[in-house]
């Protein structure tokens, strides 16, 4: 069992939730985070000043998975998230030891 974690554009959630539908993932936790990378910020105007933006928002999306269905889900996401420009985001894939269904005990695998 993984983890794939994902920090993508906010206003690329609706086609990464789409294409992990579409693949048969059901559930996903999506958190608003801010950071930056490359990108290293912007700077914007407000009221007629000029001030920099250090911190990008963004969205992690986190989605727990079979092993085997990975390379899917890292497609799908990187194919709805990707604009091309810098910023895209990044994907991360972390091992799950356990996983518990609370509502029914079900673990690992059954969990999912």
């Known amino acids: ?50 001030y920099a933006v250090n911190f990008l928002p963004k969205l992690k999306i986190e989605v727990a998975v079979a092993t085997d269905q990975v390379k899917k889900v890292i497609d799908a996401i990187t194919g709805a998230a990707k604009t091309g420009q810098i910023g895209d985001g990044k994907i991360f894939v972390f091992s799950i030891d356990q996983a518990v269904r609370i509502r029914t005990g079900e673990q690992n695998a059954d969990a999912l």
């Open 1 to 50: 069992m993984k983890i794939v974690m994902a920090i993508i554009k906010p206003f690329k959630l609706e086609e990464v939730r789409d294409a992990l539908t579409g693949i048969g993932v059901h559930g996903l936790t999506v958190t608003e985070v801010k950071g930056y990378g490359r990108q290293k910020g912007h700077t914007e105007i407000y009221r007629g000043a000029e």
